[in-house]
Each structure stands twice: as structure tokens, then as C-alpha cells.
T-cell receptor, first 112, second 109 residues
Framework: DTGVSQNPRHKITKRGQNVTFRCDPI?????LYWYRQTLGQGPEFLTY????????KSRLLSDRFSAERPKGSFSTLEIQRTEQGDSAMYLC??????????FGSGTQLSVL | DAKTTQPNSMESNEEEPVHLPCNHS???????IHWYRQLPSQGPEYVIH???SNVNNRMASLAIAEDRKSSTLILHRATLRDAAVYYC??????????FGSGTQLTVLP
């Protein structure tokens, strides 16, 4: 069990640029979640995958956001035309059959 | 998923027990109660979960009210490393786990 891995750990970008984050879940976990967290707030749910199927999307996930999980393994979260309000920690979590969520350390995005 | 209510902050002295409360009055019969904690600059970490009966593990105990509308996370002997934000979450559909603002626990030496 190597844990949930997220890359990069930090990303600084200019407003209007596109960014992509990657999440590698624990290998046997079929469920994967993306969350966004701003300072002083709890994580906000963005989207949920079961295997390769995206089964749930938050209304927070505007059309500038897209997430994929090809082949039901790693997942990517892309933000197009970034805005300063997108600055946050983006967290990925995975889950197998024992109900525990395992989180990665997150990707801290700063939009200048 | 059911909404949860937690105090914004709590304080405890080191090596004393801590009882962190959570209200979840709209919980459904098959919803699990989960607790996670988050240290600064880290992702949340699983602490414990339960359905109806009280649960114990090496980290903590979970006491669930008989009507299941509230629960309490118990840290038996708080250490400085237990200082974190603690989140109570109700797991219903498993598709969307909703975190609240959590309780910031401060442990005083």
C-alpha cells in the first residue's frame, strides 16, 4: 500500500492558463473522489468515479473543469482558463471495499 | 448526504480525554458515521467509522447515540500530535461525501 499519490504538489500559473493535476489512487481501489479546499474551510466535493465511470459531479464543477479516469486507474483533473478564484488545494481520495477514504497530500494551486 | 454540525473549536490539556461532538439529526438508517482529521498542509486522515454500535480502534473511540442523531469522537489521552481539524461525515450514497467546517482541536501542554 503506497498510498494515494498526487502530482504536482504545487502549481503556480497565470490567470487564463490551463492546468492539469494527476492522482494515482491505491491500486485496488475502484472509487475515486476529487475535492477542493480553501483556507479555513473543509474539503468541498467536486466529482466521483467508480472505476472509469464519472457518476457524480458537483455544481461547483463548472464547464472549465473536467476530470477523467481512463481505464479506471489514475485520474486527471484539468482546469481550463484558470481564474484567481480557482486558487485552492485540490485533494484526491480513493476507496476500496472497506469504506475508508484514503487521501493524497493534495496539489496546491496558485493562480496569479 | 445528511448535514452535520460540529463546534468550531475545542481545547484540551495534554494527556486528558477529549470528547468531540457531532450532530447529524437527518441521518438515515443505513448511513455510516465517519470521522477524519486533518493536519496543516496534509490531506484528511481516516480516524474511525461506525453504523450503530460504539467502535474502538487504536486511535480513538466512537460513541453513537441510540437514536443515531449524534455521535462523539473520544480521544482517550490527547497528545500534542492530536492537534488537528476533526471532521464528522455522514456516508449515505458513497457517491458524495460532504465535509463540514470541522472542529479545530487545540491541545495545550
Amino acid at each position: 500500500d503506497t498510498g494515494v499519490s498526487q502530482n504536482p504538489r504545487h502549481k503556480i500559473t497565470k490567470r487564463g492558463q490551463n492546468v492539469t493535476f494527476r492522482c494515482d489512487p491505491i491500486s485496488e481501489h475502484n472509487r475515486l473522489y476529487w475535492y477542493r479546499q480553501t483556507l479555513g474551510q473543509g474539503p468541498e466535493f467536486l466529482t466521483y468515479f467508480q472505476n472509469e465511470a464519472q457518476l457524480e459531479k458537483s455544481r461547483l464543477l463548472s464547464d472549465r473543469f473536467s476530470a477523467e479516469r481512463p481505464k479506471g486507474s489514475f485520474s486527471t483533473l484539468e482546469i481550463q482558463r484558470t481564474e484567481q478564484g480557482d486558487s485552492a488545494m485540490y485533494l484526491c481520495a480513493s476507496r476500496g471495499f472497506n469504506e475508508k477514504l484514503f487521501f493524497g497530500s493534495g496539489t496546491q494551486l496558485s493562480v496569479l | 448526504d445528511a448535514k452535520t454540525t460540529q463546534p468550531n473549536s475545542m481545547e484540551s490539556n495534554e494527556e486528558e480525554p477529549v470528547h468531540l461532538p457531532c450532530n447529524h439529526s437527518t441521518i438515515s438508517g443505513t448511513d455510516y458515521i465517519h470521522w477524519y482529521r486533518q493536519l496543516p498542509s496534509q490531506g484528511p486522515e481516516y480516524v474511525i467509522h461506525g453504523l450503530t454500535s460504539n467502535v474502538n480502534n487504536r486511535m480513538a473511540s466512537l460513541a453513537i447515540a441510540e437514536d443515531r442523531k449524534s455521535s462523539t469522537l473520544i480521544l482517550h489521552r490527547a497528545t500534542l500530535r492530536d492537534a488537528a481539524v476533526y471532521y464528522c461525515i455522514i456516508d449515505g450514497s458513497a457517491r458524495q461525501l460532504t465535509f463540514g467546517s470541522g472542529t479545530q482541536l487545540t491541545v495545550l501542554p
